[in-house]
């Protein structure tokens, strides 16, 4: 790494560590706690793919209502999974991949359980969950995030805008790379509160169209905006 990319990262760095203060001064300092065991977990964020949170929970709340275990779920046929969880759109290719990762993962594992998870380092854990079928990078951190309580900071489409427009990451940067970039500058002990926070402001004041920038408390550091104002 040459010495003037050193300097940008620690550049950047700097500037993630003075977003991650003000955001908190905006909307609080929340801490991700685990929520629901780490495998519903892993099987709610594939169902959150393309949809958003109330077709979401319909059909998780379907499908955990419906079969007990998620043994009965991996040797059901796809089509009866489908149907049950049709809530949350896309749901054959959903139904695929559940069941695709709950059958590797017992292969793997000698059953269906991703506790082991939890003694892993955070890059070890995020190969091990992205080499499962339908599990890309935002679902691993997802779970690795809201289940382990590790560093990993889900990029979804309003912490890749924020992040671009703040200059943090390049425009060009994909969500792919952003995942990498982003873990590598922001404070481990920022991440949690961070993940919170990007998704809020993104929904509320740096929107896709019309941003509030005049509103918005990261203007003065925000590259998007000061390009604007020149």
Known sequence: MSASTTDVLEQRRKKASAVCDLLIQQYG????ERRIPPLDELVLTILSQHTNDVNMMRAFESLKKTYSTWEEVLHLPQDELG??????GMYNLKAKRIQAALREIKRRVGKLDISHLE???LEDAKKWLTSLHGVGPKTAAIVLLFSFGKAALP???????????LGLIEGNTSREKAHVLLEEMIPHECIYSLNNNLVRHGREVCRAQKPRCSECILSDTCTYHNKRKA
Request: glycine share 0%; no cysteine; charged share 40%.
């Open 83 to 88: 149907n049950v969880i049709k809530s949350s």
């Open 119 to 121: 003694d892993m380092d």
């Open 29 to 32: 300092d929340r801490i991700s």
């Open 155 to 165: 990029v979804d489409t309003h912490v890749w805008r924020v992040t671009k427009r």
